[in-house]
């Protein structure tokens, strides 16, 4: 559709459809929203303009023009020194909106444990966190010869570990991309072994059986069990389970018998926390 502009040497210009409207609306807050997980994976130090538009892979500009429109909001605020980026104060106080009305460790706590007596073996609750996953919880089982990839309060990539990747395999496409290029310097760096491929054949895995196996990139022969859990009514989940063990006692009979475990233990925490939700 076109539409003859009434201006001096007039010409034929192509007219702004609402459909293009609505595609270009969307992607500023696709880009808005990519901005701000990067803000909030790297908030501690905060990230300058050049970071910004490198990692989310936009044009300076194109950059710059929206953090302006983020900070007029407040959900972005500028050092006035060192002129760095950071969240601002309405995140903070969103996020206090959003936090569910229960304390998720509180009701996972007795699950994980159970399962820690009932396997054996090392068991573990991480919680996404922009890009990130933080392990929240641990339970250690009886059997001698233990699993210890996470400490409470350690961090990794969302796209590394088991529990990450369950916890991406219900997302969506689009959000995978975004975080396997947010973290893509970051994992070239520390995880020499990881490999985009695998990634994307234990999303499926969890995808089409629920539950995925995973051979653990900082421990040799040792591989972990995991599951997502839901604990919203949104479709994602922001919360997994995992046991970790020797290859030795992850034979396919037994995969079978902790995935069952798991994805039982998974639904009875989500139903805890639909019923407080209610």
Do not use: W
């Not at 409207?21 to 969307?26: A, L, P």
């Not at 696709?30 to 050049?50: C, E, I, M, P």
């Amino acid at each position: 559709m076109y539409r003859l502009r009434a201006t001096t040497g007039a010409s034929l210009m192509p007219a702004r459809t609402a459909s293009q409207s609505t595609v270009s609306g969307t992607q500023t807050i696709q880009r808005a929203a990519l901005l701000l997980r990067l803000l909030t994976s790297h908030n501690r130090t905060g990230l300058r303009l050049v970071d910004l538009h490198q990692k989310a892979e936009l044009e300076r500009s194109t950059t710059h023009r929206i953090l302006q429109g983020l900070i007029a909001e407040q959900l972005v605020s500028q050092h006035p020194s060192n002129k760095r980026y950071f969240l601002g104060n309405s995140i903070y106080e969103m996020g206090l909106a959003a936090a569910p009305p229960f304390n998720l460790r509180d009701i996972c706590h007795p699950h994980i444990k159970a399962l820690a007596q009932i396997s054996g073996d090392t068991v573990f609750l991480v919680v996404r966190s922009g890009f990130d996953g933080v392990c929240v919880d641990r339970q250690e089982g009886s059997f001698p010869i233990r699993v210890f990839i996470m400490d409470v309060g350690r961090r990794r990539p969302l796209n590394v570990g088991g529990g990450n990747i369950a916890i991406m395999s219900t997302l969506t496409d689009a959000e995978i991309e975004r975080i396997c290029l947010v973290n893509r310097d970051r994992i070239a760096e520390s995880y020499p072994n990881y490999s985009e491929k695998t990634l994307h054949e234990r999303i499926a895995q969890a995808r089409a059986k629920g539950y995925l196996v995973n051979n653990i990139l900082e421990v040799p022969r040792a591989r972990s069990i995991a599951v997502p859990v839901r604990t919203s009514f949104e479709g994602s989940a922001t919360v997994a389970l995992s046991i970790s063990a020797v290859d030795d006692r992850m034979q396919p009979s037994r995969i079978e018998e902790l995935s069952t475990l798991l994805l039982e233990t998974a639904k009875k925490i989500e139903e805890e926390t639909a019923a407080l939700l209610r």
